[in-house]
């Protein structure tokens, strides 16, 4: 095959993981408790959790999300009792999201089971090398990159 048919080849293959992926995110899921959360959802809370106290503006920056839907995820997980948010006494102007001690446990599950997924997955790649590991990586930062420009272009 030529260069061009195997990328070709490569950006049907990630479109085709795309749309497996977003299938497996749209079913809800128990992580350590009885409430079901969709993947987004447990992403947001793992987001939380690794940076232990965060605000709106900082996970709009880290999700590429308006502050909006950020502002209606975390209300949610709110409601859910997964979430805190109050005030920060020292600017008023600004709301402290951080997890409750049920977040905490949805967050700690979360991480196992994204340890245990991805020894699996990891299993099903040995003839793969950490230096092909680092070209897709590499590739798939410059589609990201290349998509975010499109994006900011409509």
């Known amino acids: 095959m030529t260069r061009d048919e195997v990328f070709f080849e490569l950006m049907e293959s990630i479109y085709e993981v795309s749309r497996i992926t977003s299938i497996y995110e749209s079913i809800p899921r128990k992580y350590g408790t009885d409430d079901e959360l969709y993947m987004v959802e447990a992403h947001t809370i ?3 959790g690794d940076k232990i106290k965060t605000n709106t503006s900082e996970l709009t920056q880290l999700t590429d999300k308006t502050k909006g ?3 209606q995820m975390v209300d949610k997980l709110v409601k859910k009792g997964l979430v805190l948010k109050y005030k920060n006494p020292a600017n008023n102007r600004e709301v402290i999201i951080e997890l409750t001690e049920k977040g905490q446990q ?3 599950y979360h991480k ?3 340890k245990m997924e991805y020894a699996k997955i990891l299993n099903r790649l040995d003839e793969f090398s950490t230096d092909d590991f680092e070209k897709f990586i590499k590739i ?3 589609l990201s990159d290349i998509t975010r420009e499109s ?3 409509k």
């Open 46 to 48: 793992n987001l939380i």
């Open 151 to 153: 994006l900011k272009n």
């Open 69 to 71: 839907a950020i502002s």
């Open 112 to 114: 196992a089971l994204d």
């Open 106 to 108: 949805v967050y700690e």
């Open 140 to 142: 798939s930062s410059i």
